[in-house]
């Protein structure tokens, strides 16, 4: 959690470079949770030290979301080692001088593994082999064929890997790649999420700046005129305003959010009961793929409208804020698109157990949001937050009624679910902020401001967002049938 | 309207190139209705033919929106003409060697003029001044001092302009500039509607192209898999459909609502009537900003759906699909940003002449989705077209109740308004022309399957986008207190 706390910092100074150092850290979990004793021993320190980078490889030019399709072949060697062969794509800091070796996680098929998704093995393949005394030796059969040409996130060298016979080390268990790789994969789908908030967070404080400074027309209100001034700062102006404040609720409500996805990691794995570990690991997984999901399509709308804040500036590469939005695009597609996003947490999170952890989840939220209900102050928070989760809860039953006979009902439901869970969820975040603010002006705390400030923008979040959840349980409910009825070729 | 389904097809080509027509056409317009007879027979004929091309120059460094604030000034000359002296920015296709002249419009104070908006004045200023002869002579005193890097249409010159007491001749009449622009803004607004409407479509005709190529998965449901195959066409994936579906309705929505104000257009300057022109004018001025606001705003997340339909490759620069992206993007800043459209239509358009101009509107859509009401294919699209239309009047008597009391509330509401009103706008268009396709059917016609496709379409926009009014009626009643009520210094 702290370290969660940190690295939004980092990614909002510069989210490409700092995936330099997040790819790194999701290599070392997958060799730490899955390597064994010498391979620990041989790339962990240097790794965690900073000498050496680390990368994750699984898309090749003609699948990505689908791995199952993967052609890279790994054939075993008599001292235990593989030769990998083959072509992997969309490698972030795939290639570059920045460290001294690049530890490289590769996904491939070992000689005679099923030709599917159960066939899939992970390996390690070093840019420099690794001498026996720790020492950097030869270069590896693995070269750059090209360094991408994209969008945004250009201080990330994303690359071409061709692989050409590279020794590489079985990570754990063959044909386990996939297990093994998606350590890395959900460590890295809660950073993405953060990555989403990161450029929401830095594209609207500079739109705070600019809307401070910049002076183009008068107040609608009178007397919220500067009588020295021919204009005044945009930011008294209501749309200029529903931008930052859609910004702010979103940024500070999903700060919170991923704060307690990244708590859910901590209790899993160091809570003293198996009941607290299980409760908090039901909770990561199932809103594993809503950070990852909302808080990117989220950040990326915040960068827009902090962007558009600009007027035509915004459009001028020299002002950086159509750098946000281009960076900020990303998270939306890489480590799992929104839309695989959608459909994990629809086809794979929601039944899991039962329903163990959405029953968790809406009991939660019905709990807090109860308890709040009376409150002068919390009241309508707490209103509107139950009636978010009553469209949820609505949805979900849907779901369950209307899933089972045709599957497409629940991959038509699936993106706006995702997005009915951010917006509970970000909702729960905000009643407790403001129950935490209202409490600290109770208990005479010195900042008085911040909280005061805190419960506006709780009323905020209630009054703008939260109605968004009918629109989308409506949506949901109108089924699948006008979605898939045409034919591919009326397209 | 021709002409408008001409431009179409251009701006999906190409739209940064077609910009370089679209203003020469916007300027032609203010000389046509403002300039003098010896204006027009020196300008026009080169103009309409191509040999010349035309700007438009509002902007200044201190000032888009606010145009009060321009400093530019015009300074007279005993023979009648004005030395211009002042610095524009933002000037698309201000500067480039594609046509023998240029012929600027540029806003700019007399000498001794109200220093606010009602001092503003619009003069021609050519970039090689016009012999006698009509011959091209000396180049003016108007020079490019750079051309702006920007986020995308970088197919279009947009050049800060230096003016140095360059010759320039007064458009119509003094302090009336505005006036005059305004004839080339409404038209460039429709057009820039347009602008939204051509990317999203070219986007989705590239995605739609991959979405039946590329495999990747299989479908939910058994039957819908290809059984020779390993995967499935992605086409097949109900959130890949989401998207096209999205897409295609808003695309096939929008086009018949830009042709249908651009019908207007036609019958506001055509009709045998003053009551049909003054009718068709209404209407008009009141969709001007929605087509301009709406169809910008829902062009670009057309573009951004179409580019995640590619998943990685859509970040990839080769594809082309993030071009669209960042091309879609400056129709939602430029030709007032679509906050300011959104004002228009609040604070102008819907008061306008005691609001008999949404009085019409909500008739016409009452009466259509009425008289649909009772059909078995029809009735769900005109049902939903009626809630919708319930919503948005909802919105507005709220509006007159509340926004004199408080300024703010018509501000706070104004966006989510201007998109009730797209939705409402493009639901009227989609009733019609389900109601055409199902008179089509009944007819016999040849190309039934284009119909029924027609008849789903209509259905899904009805069942998917509709129920989006809810929400932003919520919004609106809300008000403008959470909005307001922070501090500039709490952001």
Redesign the interface.
């Known amino acids: 959690m702290l370290a969660t706390a940190v690295t939004e910092y980092l990614l909002s100074a510069n989210q490409a470079f700092e995936m330099y150092n997040g790819l790194t850290q999701g290599a070392i979990a997958s060799i730490l949770v899955k390597g064994s004793d010498e391979q620990k021993q041989t790339y962990l320190p240097n790794m965690v030290s900073g000498r050496w980078t680390g990368t994750m490889n699984l ?1 090749e030019p003609h ?4 791995l ?2 993967l052609k890279t072949k790994a054939e075993p060697q008599p001292d235990g080692s593989y030769k990998i062969t083959g072509t992997k ?2 490698i972030s800091a795939g290639e570059h001088d920045l460290s001294e070796n690049i530890i490289h996680l590769v996904l491939a098929k070992i000689t005679g593994a099923p030709d ?1 998704v159960k066939g899939i093995s992970l390996f390690i393949v070093p840019k420099f082999l690794v001498n026996p005394d720790g020492s950097i030796g030869e270069r590896n059969g693995v070269s750059c064929g090209s360094i ?5 996130i250009h201080g990330n060298s994303t690359c071409l890997l061709n692989y050409d016979g590279a020794t590489g080390y079985l990570i754990g268990t063959a044909e386990k790649g996939l297990e093994a790789m998606f350590i890395m994969m959900n460590a890295a789908r809660l950073g993405v999420g953060l990555q989403g908030l990161a450029q929401g967070e830095i594209a609207y404080q500079n739109a ?1 700046s600019y ?2 400074e910049r ?3 008068r107040a ?2 009178p007397d919220q005129r500067d009588p020295e001034a ?2 005044d ?1 945009i ?11 859609e910004a ?1 609720a979103f940024n500070e409500g999903a700060r919170a959010f991923v704060l307690w996805g990244a708590l859910q990691v901590d209790i899993s794995r160091k809570a003293q009961t198996e009941e607290e570990r299980e409760a908090a690991n039901d909770l990561l997984s199932l809103m594993t793929p809503v950070i990852k999901g909302y808080l990117t399509d989220k950040g990326f709308e915040a960068a ?1 409208n902090a ?2 804040i600009y ?2 500036h ?5 002002w950086g804020m ?1 750098q946000f ?2 960076d900020a ?2 998270a ?3 480590e799992g ?3 695989i996003q ?2 994990d947490l629809v086809g794979r999170k929601l039944p899991a157990n039962g329903g163990r952890a959405v029953q968790a989840f809406f009991k939660l939220v019905g709990e807090e949001a109860g308890s709040a209900k009376g409150d002068e102050q919390l009241g309508p928070i707490a209103a509107a937050l139950e009636r978010t989760n009553n469209d949820l809860q609505t949805a979900t039953m849907w779901l369950m009624q209307n899933a089972m006979a ?3 009902n ?3 439901a ?2 706006p679910y995702m997005h009915m869970m951010g917006i509970v969820g970000l909702g729960l975040m905000w009643l407790r902020m403001a129950k935490a603010s209202k409490a600290a002006l109770a208990n005479g705390a010195e900042d008085a ?1 911040f909280h005061r ?1 805190k419960l ?2 709780a ?2 979040f ?3 967002i939260m ?2 959840t ?2 989308l349980r ?2 949901i409910e ?9 034919p ?1 070729e ?2």
Chains 1, 2 share one sequence.
């Open positions: 898309t699948c990505g979301t689908d199952g399709l794509i969309f599917n991408e040409e994209k969008m945004g705070v809307a401070k002076r183009q027309g609608l209100v021919k204009a700062p930011i008294v102006h209501p749309d200029v305003r529903r931008m930052l404040m702010k827009v962007q558009q007027g035509g915004g459009y001028i590469r020299e159509e939005v281009r695009r990303i939306q597609i890489y698109t929104n839309g959608a459909l045709n599957a497409n629940a991959g038509a699936a993106y401001d400030n506006i923008t009323r905020f209630a009054d703008k109605p968004e009918n629109a409506r949506k109108s089924g699948s049938e006008s979605l898939m009825a045409l591919a009326a397209f």
